[in-house]
């Protein structure tokens, strides 16, 4: 017997209503246009008055497809067997009582199929469009009108009168129609003499049955109400399944075999959801911050997730809260209060209103895991008619929610408004203070855990065990079909030149925390303290670690991404570092990081990105990719496509680890290991590198030594002492820092190459001739140790990142920005505009050069434009013509903000070469 999770097998359900009775031979004509495929979720078959095969067609409406089968689900050896030859009949009609095998409409049904329009046909045969359909609550049924109150108002849109009854004697002669599901009370003999009068007298009576998985069903009761009736069908014990033709699982088969003589099949408006249209729906209720109802007009009633935000949980469901996923709070009962104000917040703005939802292409489906819409509210906040007010950005933007971070298509916006209400301290922010945290599990590295593990090979086969500095236990061993075998099983490899890692297993995924539902407690493990020392080692540069969520994590169970790791995020708070989800790996996102994490990616990633990733790789960002052996073999390649565009030899192996000796709570799947290298710097408890050092300005061509110069940012928090550290040029030439000097956090200091007196703000070298290339150059600062905490490389004669600063030599600069279009900007995108100028005495060549905003919105300039010396160009935000001086974006909707923003413009290495900020 073929099992499955009983909750799914009931996400189907029925509905029904009645008229008056008349022969089979009446509801019967022809139809020209048919409803979809029938999804007939969890269904019994149907068998004759003697409970054999029904193979009467003047009685069968729909049949299974040739492919179907039916089993014994419940082994109670009740069900009577279709052989191969015979078709399986899964509707029957006689007079006006029609059975169903399945309960076809339920609520979580979601009507993708034509489930309800074929209901509500059959409803309409046999009541003429109008009527009332009583629904029996009186006999212990599993469910209850409730369960149905979907069908129930598309019944009522359409014409029909639908209610529960508990008393059928009284309540069946003012009704016209029954809708009967499984009685768990048997019918006593009155109200089957009450039913058999009520259809001698023009009755209709709609039986749903369902399948005899786990014996849920009723067949026996049934089964005396079609006796009473003196039904030609039956209803058969049994369960019928279906390999091929099925809504996504063999016990929800599908047909289209239809007997179209039957009224049933019309084609008609249903309650199916278009996931590419916009919706106008009412919200009836408003549970929280980011959950409502809505009604669309078919009377379809459907709770609402409100797309990529999160609000904290109210008081009564506390237990679902997790501070772990808000940033610098640590209090549940502070949550609770800041849940209550989300959800006033949203029953001010929401509640009654008549709102547009719609949906985003990139997440996986329009439905969640527990089969709430993902949508997108926008409503007309201030009264003026237009629903142009964004419920989901605004909530995050007013501090009443964190940035969920699924694949939506929205990420980087609502970043920033997270961001910005974070620094702002608004509503749930204004407690947050990340760096008050408390450090947790940051002990010395004993014992790592790999849950589902796959092993690290390189393009050469097996990877030099010096390059490895975890192996697996000695009882480990390698399942599938491996490309490289091993007696000694490797589980990290780390590409020090490439500053790229590979992990394998899924390290930080917090479904193996026991406060998640883990059996057991695994916070003893230091896999979070070895990952941080691992990513800070191989990083060269500062900042926070980001997880990309760009590429199908959120949706794989193989993989992590922002969401799935929250317990790491508040291990990295308790240490001063950030750590947060990237969905458009754009430069100006990843120049801020210190380290990716990339697990297995379902979907690859695009010459752009892995340009970008290079390009951080480059200034000293650490890559580290994270396996699963669990994995799909087209996300394993995915991955290892990704090492191979970052130039390393790091493979994700064609396996998967198990240790049936060494692994946590019985579960070989799960292996642990001490078999440490341990001249890998990864064991220790860990404190990051804060030496936050940038190049923000490269001045080449100077007309004096003096006026070629470098300038140094200190972006960190903390003042750096640079006794010690060195300055060197791609040739090679170096120059010390004096000892004592130190850097002020924010503070730059410019590196003259010729002679003078150092102060805090200007040193000099000491050359006497010049030292940086006015065509390219890199700059490279290593420590007091020698080791690379900074390699910027420029093209041309320099750059300027500094505030305000243009471009030196043939850089382009930012002229003016224009962020406050005139009127509504979503009318008047093109008076929304940013004007760049070449300051510079020849033309620039913008080929291949992009623009970015601080959220990531992306615009390549066109393939072979080129801007003269001395002129401007104009790029607005909007559509149009390019020409010489003006350029359009092409956007939807407004990129800069008026409150103020970054320009940021990359060359066609990716290389930023303006950073402006207004």
Avoid at 290 to 308: K, P, Q, Y
Avoid at 323 to 342: C, K, P, R
Avoid at 607 to 634: H, I, K, P, Q, Y
Avoid at 856 to 874: E, K, R
């Amino acid at each position: 017997m073929r099992r499955r999770d009983f909750l799914t097998a009931l996400t189907v359900a029925t509905s029904t209503t009645t008229l008056g009775r008349r022969a089979a031979a009446e509801v019967r004509e022809t139809t020209a246009t048919t409803v979809d495929a029938l999804e007939f979720d969890s269904t019994a078959s149907l068998l004759d008055s003697n409970g054999n095969y029904l193979t009467d067609d003047s009685l069968i409406a729909v049949t299974a497809e040739t492919t179907a089968l039916n089993e014994d689900a419940d082994g109670n050896g009740d069900a009577v067997y279709y052989d191969s030859s015979t078709d399986i009949p899964l509707v029957a009609v006689d007079g006006d009582v029609v059975g169903f095998g399945a309960t076809l409409v339920s609520n979580q049904a979601n009507f993708r199929s034509g489930n309800e329009e074929f209901v509500l046909n059959v409803f309409d045969a046999h009541l003429g469009g109008n009527g009332t359909v009583l629904y029996d609550e009186g006999h212990d049924q599993y469910h209850s009108l409730n369960d149905f109150s979907n069908m129930a108002n598309y019944a009522e849109q359409n014409g029909y009168t639908v209610s529960a009854t508990t008393d059928l004697a009284n309540d069946l002669p003012s009704a016209d129609a029954l809708w009967l599901t499984a009685p768990s009370t048997a019918f006593t003999s009155s109200e089957q003499s009450a039913l058999s009068s009520f259809v001698a007298n023009g009755g209709a009576v709609f039986v749903f049955d369902r399948a005899d998985y786990s014996n849920f069903d009723e067949t026996a009761n049934l089964n005396d109400v079609a006796s009473a009736l003196s039904l030609a069908f039956r209803f058969n014990d049994d369960q019928v399944t279906d390999d091929t033709n099925n809504g996504g699982a063999y016990y929800k088969p599908t047909t289209t075999r239809f007997d179209t003589s039957f009224a049933y099949f019309g084609d008609r408006p249903g309650m199916e959801i278009d996931p590419d249209a916009t919706h106008v729906v009412d919200v009836t209720s408003v549970a929280d911050g980011d959950t409502v109802d809505v009604a669309f007009d078919s009377g379809r009633v459907e709770n609402v997730r409100i797309l990529g935000i999160d609000t904290p949980e109210k008081e009564q469901y506390q237990q679902y809260e997790r501070v772990q996923e808000w940033e610098g709070i640590e209090s549940l009962t502070y949550l609770a209060d800041e849940g209550a104000a989300a959800t006033t917040f949203a029953e001010d703005e929401l509640s009654n209103e008549t709102v547009e939802l719609s949906f985003d292409d990139a997440e996986a489906g329009i439905f969640d895991q527990y089969d709430r819409l993902l949508g997108y509210i926008h409503y007309d906040a201030d009264g003026d008619g237009t629903r142009d007010e964004f419920y989901n950005y605004r909530a995050v933007e007013q501090g009443y929610a964190r940035l969920y971070s699924s694949a939506f298509t929205n990420h980087a916006s609502f970043f920033q408004a997270e961001q910005t209400a974070q620094e702002q301290g608004l509503n749930v922010w204004s407690q947050s203070d990340p760096d008050s945290s408390s450090e947790i599990r940051n002990g010395s590295v004993s014992e790592l855990f790999f849950p589902t593990a796959a092993s690290v090979r390189t393009t050469a086969g097996a990877i030099d065990r010096a390059r490895v500095p975890v192996l697996a236990g000695t009882n480990a061993s390698q399942t599938e079909s491996p490309s490289v075998t091993y007696s000694d099983i490797p589980l990290v490899g780390v590409d020090a030149d490439a500053n790229v890692a590979i992990v394998g297993a899924p390290f930080v995924d917090e479904s193996y925390e026991q406060a998640e539902g883990y059996a057991v407690d695994t916070s003893g493990y230091g896999n979070f303290a070895f990952l941080s020392n691992l990513l800070d080692e191989l990083s060269d540069v500062g900042g926070p670690v980001l997880i990309d969520g760009g590429h199908g994590q959120f949706a794989s169970d193989a993989a992590v991404a922002g969401e799935d790791a929250a317990y790491y995020q508040r291990y990295l708070e308790g240490v001063d570092l950030g750590f947060e989800q990237i969905n458009d790996l754009s430069q100006a996102r990843l120049d801020e990081a210190r380290a990716l994490l990339v697990a297995t990616p379902s979907d690859g990633f695009t010459t752009s990105e892995v340009d970008a990733l290079s390009a951080f790789r480059d200034d000293g960002g650490a890559v580290v990719l994270v396996g699963s052996g669990n994995a799909a073999s087209s996300a394993r390649s995915n991955l290892n496509s990704l090492a191979s565009d970052l130039g390393s030899d790091l493979r994700l192996n064609d396996d998967q680890v198990v240790d049936d000796t060494d692994n946590v709570n019985g579960d070989q799947a799960v292996p642990t290991t001490t078999r440490f290298d341990t001249s890998f710097p990864y064991f220790s408890s860990f404190t990051p590198d804060d030496t936050h050092l940038s190049v923000v300005q490269v001045h080449a061509d100077g007309d004096t030594l003096n006026d070629e110069f470098v300038v140094f940012q200190n972006d960190g928090d903390s003042a750096v002492d640079l006794s010690g550290f060195v300055v060197e040029d791609a040739a090679g030439y170096d120059y010390p820092f004096p000892s004592g000097f130190t850097l002020d956090a924010g503070a730059q200091v410019t590196l003259h190459t010729g002679s003078g007196t150092d102060t805090a703000t200007d040193l000099y070298w000491g050359s006497g001739s010049p030292v940086w290339n006015n065509t390219g150059d890199t700059v490279n600062l290593l420590d007091e140790s020698g080791a690379t905490v900074l390699s910027r490389t420029y093209s041309g004669d320099g750059f300027d990142e500094t505030d305000g600063g243009g471009g030196t030599g043939g850089s382009i600069a930012v002229d003016s920005v224009h962020a406050d279009a005139a009127g509504d900007e979503y009318d008047n995108l093109n008076d929304e505009y940013v004007v760049f100028a070449n300051p510079g005495d020849s033309a620039i060549d913008l080929s291949g050069h992009a623009v970015e905003d601080e959220a990531g919105n992306h615009y390549d300039f066109p393939a072979g434009y080129s801007l003269d010396a001395g002129a401007t160009v104009t790029l607005h935000t909007g559509s149009g013509s390019d020409t010489s001086s003006d350029l359009y974006w092409g956007s939807g909707s407004p990129v800069w903000n008026n409150s103020g923003d970054t320009v940021y413009v990359f060359d066609d290495a990716g290389a930023t070469v303006v950073n402006y900020s207004y």
